[in-house]
């Protein structure tokens, strides 16, 4: 597959700040690639990277073929959402849309069934003669998203679009803003610091963390096989939990730090008296039945919505499970949890990251 | 007594005592001049008849009789000129400094503070230098100009009829330059700097982002700041007193200036307060047009 967007060795420096690292980064054509990361990572210096708004120290990078490091943004040819949507006020919706073609110098009526054609798809086409002000903030996305779709350009950059919208909406137009990617076939990068939108919407996720990226690939690979502690801590919701341990003597099992000492074998060897930090998700622990070999926990709070109940413990740390039945568990009881082996994830206690297999 | 007080506040009196004191304010020390000197222009006035308020009544005679005037058209013509020239030269400059500093040097919001000192300078002083400057025959202008190359023999600024007036519009000019960027700086930093990103990113260059972003966003700035420049210029007294008097031959003299001059050196009350009433036209309108301009604002 051809690489739209390629990103070989980029930094970016704010002064003596660091703020990209290193980067590399292919996207093929026609891919959905989200940025994911808590705020301050990087993923919006690396998106405006990308559309010019910031220039990269050095490295490489390559839209479509085309060296573009010191290219302007007019010249590259990418169109991108803002988080603020950034419409232009003073011009009607038909006018925000028509923008881009007008100063390119295509003709009215043409730039005019241009904007008819794309409010037909996002369905604006009864808001065109409205101003911004006059929409509401889902419609005012539609525009943004329609300004952007109008130029057919090499790739499309969001910038967290959905964060000013309610939940309700959030998830509405995720669905749409995917579908929208797929009727087009275009290629588009997507930085969002919802894990969720990350994962329900990308066929490609890369996680960054402090002008890093920590790892990138399918979204259930990522889920399946986390590189290091951040990764796993930052996929998945809730958040797995991690307990320190220590490899037993054999370097086929490790001691839990938690009170009654309990045993868990691994399917791999690790020197003996290694630190590591045994990662297990909330949803793969299960309370286990009568004679079954786990570890024993007390209760410390049952919430439940309904469908879930989630469960804390009374350990340090804290242990999260999730039921998914309703359950007349209490505070302060005591119950075995147990998990199935291939389900635990291995970090060295130090580094964080991932061991074995 | 706090339910008597409580009253008392929430009374509708109250709020009409709380509207009535800043208006009465107003009538006593702004409406009853104006309407006094509206009264004026309609009555024959001279020096025995100024103590008393009902005068012989002329009509509209003192108009006739001032548009009769050979020097009326001239003056009319220099008001304009003085006001056209002042404010296109403090806007384009003030705007084109506004830009200058928008683009945010080390030190350019310090820079652009300082600029401010030749506006807060009371227009006699301000005339006091630039009669140095327009000197005939020592000014620094002259000075330029000459080895500049650009004029042979010096100008005598102040007193050739044919530069006595732009004398007086090109100080005029430095002194509200700077309120005029000032002003335009405000409307410059109010755009959201996410407009310019994404029409960058829509193929827009430089100039195209000016004219189709920063100029209709400016529009009320614009607006009202060419509202404030026309009150100003209209108000504008002190620099004919310490530039050129209104001189020579009334070849630099304004509206306002004559209205003065008329009224308290020529004691011909009338035909002063004449002039001021078709120049209280002329602001009320441009009055009306800063409110207006600064109603419309543009926001998304």
New interface residues.
Partial sequence: MTQQIELSGVNKYYGAYHALRDINLAIPKGAFVALVGPSGCGKSTLLRSL???ETISSGDLVIAGERMNDM???K?D???V?Q?Y?????MTVEQNLT??LR??GVKKAEAKKAAEEVAAITGLSDLLHR???ELSGGQRQRVAMS?AII?HPKAFLFDEPLSNLDAALRVHMRKEIRALHDRLGATSVYVTHDQVEAMTMADHVVIMRAGVIEQQGRPLDLYDRPANRFVAGFIGSPAMNFIPARVAEDGRSVLLDLPGSQVLAIDFSLPPGHAVLVGIRPEHLKIASAGQSGFDVSIAAVESTGATTFVTTATTPEITFLLNERSSLEAGEKVRLTFEGKNIHVFDAESEQRLGT | MRRILSSVRDGRGFDIVLVGVPFAFLFALAGLPLIYNILMSFQEVDMFSLGSVIRPFVGVDNYVALFRQPETWPILTNTLIFVVGSIAGQFVIGFGLALFFWTNFPGASWLRGLFLVSWVMPGLVVGAIWNWILSGDFGVLNFFLRESGLITANIFWRSDPSFSLWAVVIANIWLGTSFNMILLSVGLSAIPGDLYEAADMDGANAWQRFWTITLPMMRSTIGAIIALGLIFTLQQFDLFAAITDGGPNNSSNVAQYWAWDLSFRQYDFGRGATISVIMTVFVMFAAAVYVRSTRHEVRG
């Fill in positions: 559309a010019g708004l302007p943004p007019r590259r990418l169109a991108m803002f603020s950034a419409l232009y006020p003073h923008y881009s100063i390119k101003y911004p002000r300004r130029r």
